[in-house]
């Protein structure tokens, strides 16, 4: 007898709407707004409690460089009443209290795995739907991604499991800075005293009374760290490659009162940094440094550095970014308070930057280089002595062996891309992201990627990001994408994919922008310099928020112009 006639079988449903990876500050919000719409999300998160960033960096000093009262949450009115900051720059502690402070507010807890890794992600066109893998997190030097159970238990236990989970949506919720990466020495594993990464601090802390430390690096995580070292330490050696712009942060308690009247503005407050430049307000400038004199031009450099700040010295003239005979003055300035404050003039020399101001994120610091003029601190010149490699002892240069107790790595992050190309993401075809990126990262809008749909990324290379208050640029991120789900719910659409030829438009936009600015001089991470082999691509939007989010903004008023939506 012939088999009964076969019925079709519907494809079956995914178990959330959305996996989100990582429980910062992108990752949560992207839950809030999933839930305004009313579908289902899971947060796979790597570590053991909420905060990314501030979760992971728990090195001495860690502190943010955007005042405390800029650096939060602006969607929920309530809460930016509710919280009191103690100092005008905040610690990591007390921003990973306020990460944890909204995650038990709006219950977010139940919907985040902690204690998982995220491993590969692959997205299937039949059910479209994605696939992500999983397995429990370990020790193993990465932060800033995670996993779930594998059975679609989008509950909060805290309990790391394997297998894989199905998605309508994956977002990527990674940060920009949360693959930490070591220096390119041989014999790290050598060493017989204990080492640090500032990336990925013990939480227990670490104890450097009466000991000889040697850091490696002097970027923004070393600046904040070392003044804080050294009060512990018998003996620090600073080993330098390239010296960081740093300017006095000025940091201070905050009084009642002070906080009363940010309180009293903050929608008009928060309207302003959505329209400023970098999500941080500052009187726009209408004079180039070139058409001032001397004299007026050093009052208004002292002014900004009085002030301090991330963005007041730029922000003094029109041309400090764009034009290097401006961008010399600002350098030259800075000099003259290094050499002013350090008094050893071969020292003061090597902490001088040469490459233009402002094509790094700049540093700010408390005693930074004060610290240097402390008689157990020394500095070495790592393009004079070069480091050969790290031995039993401490630290081998071509000058001679430095006898170290402890090593701190503060060596930074393979940035803006490293967290995403550690994961094996497959879009159609089995296509990888990672050789998708092989010549450099290409989005549109920084957001999401051709080739793989229903992808998105949360402040993704090509997108202002790190050139900004990051609180800022994650709410415009994920409004944006939550309102994109949403235009696909409300049309019954599944599936939503840039075209390639916009993605091509937008990357020679981003390169295009860049190529008219100082930034490409400075050998950043921006460009990916700090990691061997890694494509020397320009990554960030230079534009501004302003610029960017009227783009934005103009693509999903279009119908979503330059992305394919699919029924």
């Known amino acids: 007898m012939p088999d009964a006639l076969a019925v079709p079988s519907s494809p079956p449903m995914p178990d959330v709407d959305a996996v989100i990876v990582g429980a910062g500050f992108s990752g949560m919000y992207m839950l809030i707004q999933l839930r305004e719409l009313g579908l289902s999300g899971v947060v796979l998160e790597a570590g053991d409690d909420v905060g990314g960033t501030w979760h992971w960096n728990r090195y001495p000093g860690a502190r943010c460089d955007v005042e405390s009262l800029s650096y939060s949450y602006s969607f929920s009115p309530e809460l930016e009443q509710h919280w009191t900051w103690t100092e005008r720059y905040p610690a990591q502690p007390e921003i990973l209290a306020y990460a944890r402070h909204v995650a038990d507010r709006f219950d977010l807890r139940r919907d985040i795995r ?40 989008a509950h909060g236990d805290g309990h790391a499991g394997g297998g894989a989970i199905t998605a309508r949506f994956l977002v990527m919720a990674t940060g920009c800075l949360s693959a930490a990466k070591l220096p390119e020495v041989p014999g790290i594993a050598s060493f017989r005293g204990p080492t640090y990464h500032t990336a990925h601090w013990p939480h227990e802390g670490a104890d450097f ?15 904040q760290s070392i003044p804080v070292i050294a009060r512990q330490a018998a003996g620090l050696t600073v080993f330098q490659r390239t010296p960081a712009y740093s300017l006095p942060a000025r940091n201070r308690p905050l009084p009642a009162s002070e906080q009363g009247e940010m309180k009293a503005r903050y929608r008009e407050w928060r309207t302003a940094q959505r329209e400023s430049r970098a999500g941080i307000p500052v009187p726009m400038p209408t004079q180039s440094a070139l058409e001032v004199s001397a004299t007026e031009r050093t009052a208004r450099f002292e002014q900004a550095w009085d002030v301090g700040g991330l963005v007041n010295l730029t922000a003094s003239y029109t041309d400090i970014a764009l034009d290097i005979a401006a961008n010399d003055l600002a350098r030259e300035f800075i000099h003259g308070k290094i050499r002013e404050i350090v008094k050893d003039p071969r020292t003061a020399a090597d902490l001088c930057p040469e490459y233009p101001y402002g094509t790094k994120r700049p540093c700010l610091d408390t005693g930074y280089y004060e610290t240097y003029n402390l008689d157990h601190v020394q500095l070495v010149n790592l393009r004079r002595t070069p480091i050969e490699g790290i031995t039993a002892k401490g630290i081998r240069t071509s000058e001679r062996e430095h006898e170290l107790d402890a ?29 998708a990126w092989r010549a450099g990262p290409r989005t549109y809008l920084g957001v999401a990627c051709a080739g793989f749909p229903n992808l998105f990324l949360i402040t993704g290379p090509g997108s202002p990001s790190v050139l900004t208050n990051m609180l800022v640029s994650i709410e415009q991120h994920v409004d944006w994408v939550a309102d994109a789900i949403g235009h696909l719910r409300a049309h019954g659409l599944a599936a939503i994919e840039p075209t390639r030829e916009a993605q091509d438009a937008w990357v020679d936009h981003v390169n295009e922008l860049a190529a008219q600015t100082l930034f ?48």
């Open 114 to 153: 902690l204690g998982t890794r995220v491993t590969a992600a692959r997205y299937d066109e039949a059910s479209r739907t994605w696939k992500v893998s999983q397995r429990p997190a370990t020790a193993d030097g990465q932060g800033g991604n995670g996993g779930g159970d594998g059975h679609g238990n």
């Open 209 to 223: 009374t009466g000991l000889r430390v040697g850091i490696i690096g002097t970027g923004s995580s070393a600046v």
């Open 407 to 435: 090593i701190v790595f503060a060596t930074g992050f393979d940035a803006m891309t490293g967290a995403l190309t550690r994961v094996d993401i497959r879009g159609r075809d089995g296509a990888s992201l990672k050789n």
């Open 520 to 567: 490409p001089r400075g050998n950043s991470w921006y460009l990916g310099a700090n990691v061997p082999g890694k494509p020397r691509v320009f990554m960030p939007y230079v534009g501004g928020l302003p610029a960017y989010r009227a783009k934005c903004d103009a693509v999903a008023s279009a119908g979503y112009e330059g992305f394919t939506l699919t029924p």
